[in-house]
């Protein structure tokens, strides 16, 4: 997926192939502009006039998305079959309607039920991800950031989809509130089975909720895998470099080793792998030839030319 | 770390009361709105050389802290000695001359810097205000080696350039030279990394521990990231709803903790491991408004381990081990608890 600007194309999304099963989590870990929540609106279609998906499937059921039309999209799929929490959903709604209104009335506009239908399942929903159901006729103000992030998951799961996208579903929480969210979420995928993409820049998080990691890097997952494979046998510089700079409260005081550079330019990417110009590992060829996507392992994939030596030198660890 | 013993910045009894607007209906009812308690009776020191941090939810009263002791909003009682010399109560005149020695870097370096300034304009802008300087040449010198304690190099390059060329690290970078051009002896760091990637925050954490080491500047952080703490800072105050539950050095603070509130905080920070186990929510409910805080401990209607008296009395912060205080009534209890692997006299989730 690129988006056309003024000063080029910005290939914010590309070549990415992934799948989600039923009651599984996938997260995708990245940094600032490095594309995932480009990713995610892709995966809706929900893209602003200028983001054009260049090429690629987003197979929902057996059906494409990609040359399926608007009309068909809003009916078929949004809310019903993948529903989106966005980024920064709690300041999503609308302050000046009652919070059980706006969960209600996302019911009606998709489906044909009564009014007093569309309330009942809201109260239902409201008591599923903890909310005293008597607080659907508050406000917004009148929630807490927790309560609000909980409402929002609410009026997603209001048409019982299969998939739920979840852009940075914590961000701006207090750690207990958060802890709260990640239980709620783990909770929804136990009792229904509602695979979750999860899109964060907080690799621990991603860490706690995720069967399976992608992590994305200026456009492209440079790893992926199941979770105990990336995080126990990381291969790529780039994310032996995160799992360096990241804090961990369980281990004793360490140094934290910082990943040099900042994330490349998305409309003129670095030639060749575009961690190249960030790695310690890189030589000539990662200058010059994009490395391809491998299986170094059973259900571990990694794009960087030296992923066999990066092994062999992490030894046990990988 | 300097053995250099030192006190720079001493707080005692702080407190900072805002009042509330009454509401038409509450003066109509010659009622009062009542104040928010954002911070309340709290103390500490902090030595020449160390890193003290403060930790807590937002609300618990870490950033009116620093505003209050910059006198950027006076305390309500209280007093604030920096370098044994008493602040609070100085007016903006005689607070001038302690502006200097005392410096704060900000959140969110998109926005705390200008972009319409280049990078010498806005590290020299403090140098020129309190005409620390007396020519160009000598203001050029000091920004120069302020960028370089920065990491910015070469220094020179990047004196006429931009905000909008800089990458956020490196903006946060500026942002610490500005503070550090003025020669201080305390920094005020606000949640110096919380808004910047991952990948560079080691970086910004490195060249702040590297400054302290250096120039023995003494650095008050404020954060709400535990792991963060472990790995930065000397000693760590927990607070909640404006009052120092738990302090301590930081890492025995994080890993072993006395508070129930701060084992709920540990309890509640995911790891970067996906065997390790989950999440736990530990503490009941949320955190209440500071405008009438809970009575007795302010911790108690969330607590597994409050009993009656905690409604009533207000446990004091009292030493416990050395280096060690708490403000719990029950302490023991829950330390014990916590050592022999249990969340608490309830098992698993509170939230269930």
């Known amino acids: ?318 | 770390m300097s053995t250099d013993t030192e006190v720079i910045l001493k707080i005692e009894h702080l407190t900072k009361l805002f009042s509330v607007r009454r509401s038409f209906a509450q003066s109509i009812g010659r009622k009062s709105a009542g104040r928010v308690h954002a911070v309340d009776d709290v103390s500490f020191e902090i030595k020449k050389g160390e890193i003290f941090g403060l930790a807590g939810e937002s609300g618990s009263g870490k950033t009116t802290i620093i505003r209050t002791v910059l006198m950027l909003s006076p305390p309500t009682s209280g007093s604030i000695i920096f370098k044994g010399q008493e602040i609070s109560g100085l007016s903006r005149g005689q607070m001038k001359k302690y502006r200097t020695k005392m410096q704060i870097v900000f959140q969110d370096p998109y926005e705390s810097v200008n972009p319409r300034m280049s990078v010498f304009d806005i590290v020299a802008e403090g140098l020129f205000v309190n005409k620390l300087v007396s020519s160009r040449e000598e203001a050029v010198e000091r920004v120069t080696a302020a960028l370089r304690d920065v990491q910015i190099t070469p220094p020179e390059e990047y004196l006429s350039r931009y905000p909008h060329e800089l990458s956020g690290g490196q903006r946060q970078r500026v942002a610490i030279a500005r503070a550090l051009v003025l020669d201080p002896e305390l920094i005020f760091a606000d949640e110096p990394v919380s808004m910047l990637d991952v990948s560079i925050r080691a970086e910004i954490i490195n060249v702040l521990l590297s400054i302290r080491e250096k120039r023995g500047i003494s650095i008050l952080m404020v954060t709400h990231d535990l792991a963060l703490s472990k790995d930065m800072v000397d000693e760590l105050a927990i607070m909640y709803v404006g009052k120092i539950v738990e302090r301590g050095p930081a890492q025995e603070v994080v890993s072993a903790p006395y508070h129930p509130y701060t084992y709920a905080l540990t309890a509640a920070v995911p790891v970067p491991d996906p065997e390790a186990p989950k999440v736990r929510v530990l503490a009941k409910g949320e955190i209440p408004t500071n405008i009438a805080p809970p009575s007795g401990c302010r911790f108690h209607p969330r607590c597994t381990f409050a009993q009656a008296v905690c409604a009533t009395t207000e446990p004091p912060l009292q030493e416990v081990a050395p280096g060690r205080q708490v403000a719990c009534h029950f302490w023991k209890e829950a330390h014990d608890t916590f050592a022999r692997g249990l969340d608490g006299p309830v098992s698993g989730d509170v939230t269930k």
């Open chain 1, 1 to 318: 997926m690129y988006y056309t600007t003024a000063a080029g194309e910005v290939k914010a999304v590309d070549g990415l192939n992934f799948d989600v099963e039923q009651g599984e989590v996938l997260g995708i870990v990245g940094e600032s502009g490095c594309g995932k929540s480009s990713l995610a609106t892709t995966l809706l279609k929900l893209l602003p006039n200028n983001g054009i998906i260049k090429e690629g499937r987003i197979i929902m059921d057996g059906e494409d998305l990609v040359p399926m039309g608007d009309a068909d999209v809003r009916r078929k799929v949004r809310w019903t079959k993948i529903a989106l929490v966005p980024q920064g959903a709690m300041n999503s709604l609308n302050p000046v309607f009652r919070v059980g209104d706006q969960i209600a009335e996302a019911i009606t506009a998709h489906t044909n039920v009564s009014r007093s239908d569309a309330r009942a399942r809201t109260e239902e929903l409201l008591k599923l991800v903890g909310v005293d159901p008597s607080r659907g006729r508050h406000y917004p103000h009148e929630f807490s950031g927790g309560m609000k992030q909980r409402a929002m998951i609410a009026m997603s799961l209001a048409l019982s989809p299969k998939v739920l996208i979840a852009d940075e579903p914590t961000t701006a929480l207090d750690v207990i509130v958060q802890a709260g969210i990640i239980r709620l979420l783990l909770g929804l995928r136990n009792d229904f089975g509602t695979a979750i993409i999860l899109i964060s820049h907080d690799l621990a998080l991603v860490a706690q909720m995720s069967d399976k990691t992608a992590i994305m890097y200026a456009g492209k997952f440079v790893e992926y895998g199941t979770s105990k494979e990336v995080y126990g046998s990381a291969l790529h510089p780039y994310t032996i470099g995160l799992l360096g700079a990241f804090a961990d409260i369980r281990k004793p005081k360490e140094p934290l080793v910082a990943v040099p550079g900042s994330p490349p330019d998305l409309i003129q990417p670095p030639p060749g792998c575009r961690f190249s110009p960030r790695c310690p590992y890189a030589e000539e060829v990662c200058r010059t030839k994009e490395p391809p996507f491998l299986e170094a392992a059973k259900d571990h994939y990694v794009a960087c030319h030296f992923w066999r030596e990066i092994k062999a030198k992490r030894g046990g660890r990988a």
